[in-house]
């Protein structure tokens, strides 16, 4: 069982126009850089991103946004991007903002079969428009549905052939989640290593949730913002 592909390129070859595609990442903190790369020289248009957020105007998701290949944005964080801010403000890109811990739990219900649930989050908001309410313990909860990709675009510090992963801190943030909530999942990684380097006890994402796994390079690992002690 060998789930090695050469390339991002050939990664992302499967990909159609409309797909549905979750990308890991909180901010540009693990977030899929080759994958996103490949879809950029791909082409592929009318995609719907979800993700934590929009990344920033002249890298991550903030490359396919200057390319008009994204038609609708699942998103909790939207405020570092100018160039969505455009789309947004000119109607030209489709948007569904969603409370953080509300998305997470959207996907993790995904992975697990649970096709909906019941939070309190957004209630009386513009996020519970139109969906059912219920009392639990005298609160009111809003029903939430599960979120699933068509494919997920994951970035890890670690892998082997098989698919199994290790992310790296903070950098595992929604990519854990996401692995178990798409049709098709690719897997870039930082080091590719062989068959038993890995410690089974330590293994974050199990490759059974992993279709596709390559070894990532010219990581650029840009800070969003970068804040100084005062001296």
């Known amino acids: 069982m060998d789930k090695r592909v050469a390339s991002a390129d050939a990664a992302v070859a499967p990909i159609q126009d409309g797909a549905t595609i979750l990308m890991g990442g909180f901010g540009i903190c ?7 790369g490949a879809l950029l020289r791909k082409g592929t248009r009318d995609i ?51 409370p953080q811990g509300t998305l997470a739990e959207r996907m993790r219900a995904a992975g697990a079969g649970i096709p909906a649930f019941f939070t309190p ?12 309410v ?5 609160r009111p909860h809003i029903l939430e549905s599960a979120l699933r990709g068509d494919f997920a675009f994951i970035k890890a510090h670690k892998g082997d052939r098989w698919g199994n992963l290790v992310y790296r801190k903070t950098a595992r943030n929604h990519n854990a989640a996401m692995a178990t909530a798409a049709d098709h999942v690719i897997a ?13 006890d330590g293994v974050h994402t199990p ?25």
């Not at 946004?65 to 998103?75: F, G, T």
């Not at 219920?134 to 005298?138: I, K, Q, S, W, Y």
């Not at 990684?189 to 410690?199: A, F, K, T, Y």
């Not at 059974?208 to 796994?213: E, K, L, Q, R, S």
Request: proline fraction near 2%; avoid cysteine.
């Open 48 to 98: 719907t991103v979800v993700s934590n957020g929009v990344g920033l105007d002249d890298f991550g998701i903030g490359l396919l946004l200057a390319q008009k290949q994204i038609k609708k944005v699942v998103a909790s964080y939207l405020g570092e991007n100018k160039a969505f801010e455009k789309l947004a403000l000119a109607k030209q890109i489709e948007v569904e903002l969603i």
């Open 134 to 138: 219920r009392e639990f313990n005298g």
């Open 188 to 200: 870039e990684v930082e080091d590719l290593v062989e068959l038993g380097e890995l410690d089974p």
């Open 121 to 132: 989050t957004g209630y009386g908001t513009m996020v519970a428009e139109g969906k059912e």
């Open 207 to 231: 490759g059974i949730f992993v279709d596709a796994i390559f070894q990532g390079a010219r990581y650029e690992k840009r800070i969003e913002r970068l804040t100084l002690s005062k001296r």
């Open 30 to 36: 693990g977030i899929p850089e080759n994958l996103i």
